[in-house]
């Protein structure tokens, strides 16, 4: 079999992605007074925090250089991936425990960047210019993350490596909530991507529209592999919605020039731990999964919450049957 053959990537002569960048310098209001002290991406989804799931989807599709874009008061999320020598002493008759703590000083390499103000996500994404240069590279947000048996990034870097520009994911939303989410209008896209996943074009983006004005029900998932390239459009990019400098605008001004954008409409597990809600859904999710703590659990939630009400407990243990089945949260 030829090299090309092999990894169709190679065939455009363009490099694949081997950064990733998380801007993570956020208040995270909707947690207060919780996040006053901790930072959102430190809260535990079971024994984990959320950031730690979001490396270990960057790590699982190849790449082990992680910058962590970072604000003030948020300095434990590098020391979560830092080593504990007392600590790794006092477990030394621990092994599981000593092995899960050794994992995260050997996720990947670490790197930090201090975003001084929150001015918008291309705000934060234009710091990571020095340390990533001019190669491509994805930007993964910090509060969401796809399970590890459906995964979403080996694709996106892939087509990405294929067509040289901004590669996005989407995933499907009820029409009428497409007033909460970033909406892309799409075309089919060229068949030669057809192989990579289920693939379409972009030919633009709405912010928030109403049911009736959406020009579909595919709204932007927190995953973007973007070209060097782009750092210049964010430099380019005036101030938008909120005063804030969008990620959004200087994409769409990247494609009114030429550069393709496409995206991979994502039908897997999605977790958003974004808002309250989304964060204990996750929680719960997850630990119905558990090897170790699902049966036990799931009878215990089931207790919980019937009350004698059996209406009440089938839904909500078909609830987490739906989300292991691959049902968005």
């Given at each position: ?204 983006m709405v912010e928030k529209p109403s049911p009736d004005e959406a020009p579909s ?113």
């Open positions: 079999m030829s090299e090309h053959s092999a990894n169709p990537s190679a065939a455009s002569g363009r490099s694949r992605a081997v950064k990733a960048v998380i801007p993570a310098a956020g208040l995270a209001t909707r947690f207060l007074p919780a996040t006053k002290a901790v930072p959102k991406e430190l809260l535990p989804v079971v024994d984990r925090p959320v950031l730690q799931y979001i490396v270990e989807e960057a790590t699982q599709a190849g790449i082990t250089d992680v910058l962590l874009i970072t604000g003030r008061g948020k300095t434990s999320m590098v020391d979560h991936f830092d080593r504990r020598p007392d600590l790794e002493e006092r477990l030394a008759k621990k092994p599981e425990l000593l092995a899960a703590v050794k994992r995260t000083e050997e996720l990947a390499a670490i790197y930090t960047c201090r975003q001084p103000e929150q001015l918008g996500l291309g705000h934060a994404v234009g710091y990571a210019e020095s340390h990533v240069g001019d190669a491509p590279f994805a930007v993964l947000l910090g509060d969401e993350f796809v399970k590890p048996s459906e995964p979403l990034l080996p694709a996106m870097l892939e087509l990405q490596a294929r067509t040289g520009g901004v590669v996005l994911a989407f995933f499907e939303v009820d029409p009428a909530e497409t007033s909460r989410y970033g909406i892309a209008s799409v075309e089919p896209a060229e068949s030669e991507y057809s192989d990579i996943a289920e693939v379409v074009k972009v030919t633009g029900n595919l709204a932007v998932l927190g995953r973007y592999v973007l070209p060097g390239r782009i750092f210049d459009a964010i430099r380019r990019t005036e101030p938008g919605s909120g005063g804030e400098i969008q990620l959004t605008d200087a994409m769409e001004l990247l494609r009114t020039e030429g550069v393709p954008v496409h995206a991979i409409v994502y039908r897997g597990t999605r977790y958003d731990t974004g808002m309250p809600l989304g964060y204990l859904q996750t929680v719960v999710q997850i630990a119905a999964e558990r090897e170790d703590l699902g049966a036990e659990f799931r009878k215990w939630l089931a207790e919980f919450v019937n009350n004698g009400d059996e209406t009440v407990t089938a839904a909500v243990l078909n609830g987490i049957r739906d989300a292991s089945g691959g049902a968005n949260t």
